[in-house]
């Protein structure tokens, strides 16, 4: 099952500022700020002169009327890698693949809830079965890939992603399912860990976690193009969680 995007727009990144903003060269020679809807680091993903996509809203509410969606990156081969950078998206694809019970270690369930608030922490999905039997599961886009060629999670120190592992452990160790999976949404990631040398507190979390029954999936995205625009996303290939690099 298939997230279908806007009709995008390609430009030419200038800088990403505050954050929230990204100075973006179009096509055809107008200069506009956009969205960022990443609160990341970004780390890898912002790469001033590379190609990007934006989706443009025409809703008078809005300050910005462009969001930045996609980012094109070199790879070692010569390929072209493209990377989406609206975290936003992450759990939209990863709901679109549950609800067509395409992730099969998931499929199964008979209803699906999202945002579930559990202790201080609000996980992405709930799923559960017939028998009452649920599935807890928080989901982490990844786009950080290395020069060792390898994906990490996450690209700065996690705070919220910490919390959320906690939670996830609490759970496993009271008997119900938890689940970890990474949304690798770019296209040169192969595998993934956790990034130690970032953020060495949510890997060793990580190790405890799936000590305590946590469960890591990782699943890599899929792009589907018109003409050469970008135009769908899709959950589509299960990729490797590496327990140490």
Known sequence: MSVHYPPLVAGTLQRRYKRFLADIKLDDGREVVAHCPNTGSMKAVNVPGARVWLSPSNNPSRKLGWTWELIELPQPDGSVALASVHTGRANRIVQAALEAQQIAP???????????????????????????????????????????????????????????LHTLARLAEGGERAVLLFCIAHEGIKDVAAAAHIDAGYAAALETALARGVEVLAYGVEFERDDQTPAAVSLKRALVFQRSI
Do not use: C
Request: aromatic share 8%; no cysteine; proline share 2%.
């Open 106 to 164: 998931l499929a199964g369930f008979d209803t699906l809830h999202r945002e579930v608030k559990v202790d201080e922490a609000r996980l992405d999905f709930m799923l559960e079965d017939a028998g009452g039997k649920r599935t807890w599961i928080e989901v982490k886009q990844v786009t950080l890939k290395e020069n060792d060629g390898h994906g990490y999670f996450p690209d700065a120190v996690s705070t919220r992603g910490l919390k959320h």
